[in-house]
């Protein structure tokens, strides 16, 4: 018997004791290959010794101290790297736990900022359907996925959805991938303008949609667009880069695909890369400098925001990242991956759609090609591919619900960025071997 409380208590998980580079190990001396990361979590796999020293010495050094009375070394360190590197204007970098701890304080800094700007009629947030951004009620309320906040709606904070960008399921054949994006783009304007322009606050955003619609791109153009919108109507970008940060697509900030800079952006997962639980809030030298000449004080913080051995942790994974070269052979091994997964699942009558952008890969399940009609909710076949996938040795993360909420069907893959080409072979193999029970 166990007191732990599980994510699923009909179903408790085994239990692991060990791991090795791409791979997690369980009681019964089972290996599996980390195709997901956990949750896009692993990039460096799971025995960097790099960043277990840099774990060891910071602890050896000061385990903590509370950021209401002190920086550190790492907190001063890993911000003044990120900056070096972040796009546009951000200029500060607020440290928490984790992705939903990022969201949250982005959305009370856009607030706080407007308030403080002499704007304290701006309160709306504008997202998008199907969206994630978190599980704490502000980022629950932001997201845009259905299930997820179906039983929780009486208490959430209103939040408008406009379209995501689809292109697989909502371009017409009409369309080119410019204007489908340009079309969907507007809905944004559409929204704010129906809000009132003087009454929004902020757009949040993921570059690249993960958990929810399995690793989608916008096309072409929409991005720069949603800019432009922002920019005319002083609505703050807010770009949640959890899960599709820190190098997963190919380039440290998801943005930079894009060409475009954010107010605010978020940051986690391969932040800590799984060493520590880390998270980040990097906001522009204007919002920060309203509040500094203003209240000088932003009313929101964590007990453990800042944590010195975290901060070393993800210092030292950002470190490793850079030294590397990381970036350049995420691209390539994105070639490999994607070429194998479409060579060899070609001939999957249910493969509808694989897309991505670097190590960060969907492949979205339908009944039928042609039409790209979705399996119905009840025959749960994300469930059955994820416990087929662990049996052949997988982790993966399919995922239901990726048309609405409700219906539709993606595995979501997001590999560390050590693998070699010989575990890219291994990742397609059993990828494919777990399709195979859909029937």
């Not at 960043?51 to 385990?63: E, F, G, H, N, P």
């Not at 993966?396 to 590999?415: E, F, N, Q, V």
Request: charged letters at 20%.
């Amino acid at each position: 018997m166990s007191n732990v409380f599980p994510r699923q208590i009909t179903n408790p998980p085994i239990r692991a004791v060990s791991s090795e580079g791409c791979y997690i190990i369980d009681e019964n001396g089972t290996q599996y290959f980390d195709g997901s990361g956990g949750a896009a979590v692993s990039c460096l796999g799971h025995d960097d010794p790099d960043v277990i020293k840099a774990i060891q010495d910071q602890t050896s050094k000061m385990a903590f101290a509370h950021t209401g009375f002190f920086s550190s070394d790492p907190a001063e360190e890993l911000a003044e790297l990120l900056i070096k590197h972040a796009p546009g204007e951000l200029d500060r970098v607020y440290f928490v736990s984790g992705g939903s701890e990022a969201i949250e304080a982005a959305l009370k800094l856009a607030r706080q900022f407007h308030v403080e700007n002499g704007e304290p009629s701006r309160h709306h947030i504008i997202a998008r359907k199907q969206s994630y951004h978190g599980n704490t009620l502000g980022a629950l309320a932001a997201g845009g996925n259905k299930w997820r906040r179906n039983q929780f709606e009486p208490i959430l904070i209103d939040a408008s959805h406009i379209a995501p960008c689809y292109e697989y399921v909502d371009k017409t054949k009409e369309e080119t991938s410019y204007d489908y994006g340009q079309r969907v783009a507007q809905e944004l304007e559409d929204e704010i303008l129906r809000l009132g322009y003087d009454k929004v606050m902020a757009f949040i955003v993921e570059p690249v949609v993960g958990a929810t619609m399995g690793a989608v791109p916008a096309v072409p153009g929409y991005f720069k667009r949603v800019r432009d919108i922002c920019d005319k109507y002083g609505v703050l970008l807010i770009l949640d880069e959890v899960m599709c940060g820190m190098g997963r697509t190919g380039h440290l900030f998801a943005s930079e695909f894009d060409g475009i800079s954010p107010d605010i952006l978020c940051i986690a997962k391969g932040l800590g890369a799984g060493y520590q639980p880390i998270g980040a809030m990097l906001c522009s030298k204007n919002i920060y400098d309203v509040i500094g000449n203003g209240s000088g004080f932003f009313q929101h913080g964590h007990t453990y925001m800042g944590h010195p051995v975290a901060c070393a942790a993800g210092l030292a994974v950002l470190k490793a990242i850079l030294s590397r070269n990381l970036l350049k052979s995420i691209n390539k091994k994105s070639d490999q991956l994607l070429y194998s997964l479409k060579t060899q699942l070609a001939h999957n009558p249910y493969v509808g759609d694989i897309r991505g952008r670097g190590l960060f890969i969907g492949i979205e399940i339908v009944k039928n090609l042609e039409t790209k009609k979705p399996f119905a909710p009840d025959l749960k076949i994300a469930s059955s591919i994820k416990y087929a996938a662990f049996k052949a040795g997988l982790i993966c993360y399919p995922m239901s619900g990726t048309r609405d909420g409700k219906w539709g069907d993606h595995i979501l893959l997001a590999p560390p960025f050590i693998m070699n080409e010989s575990q890219i072979i291994e990742l397609v193999d059993k990828v494919s071997i777990a399709l195979k029970v859909i029937k």
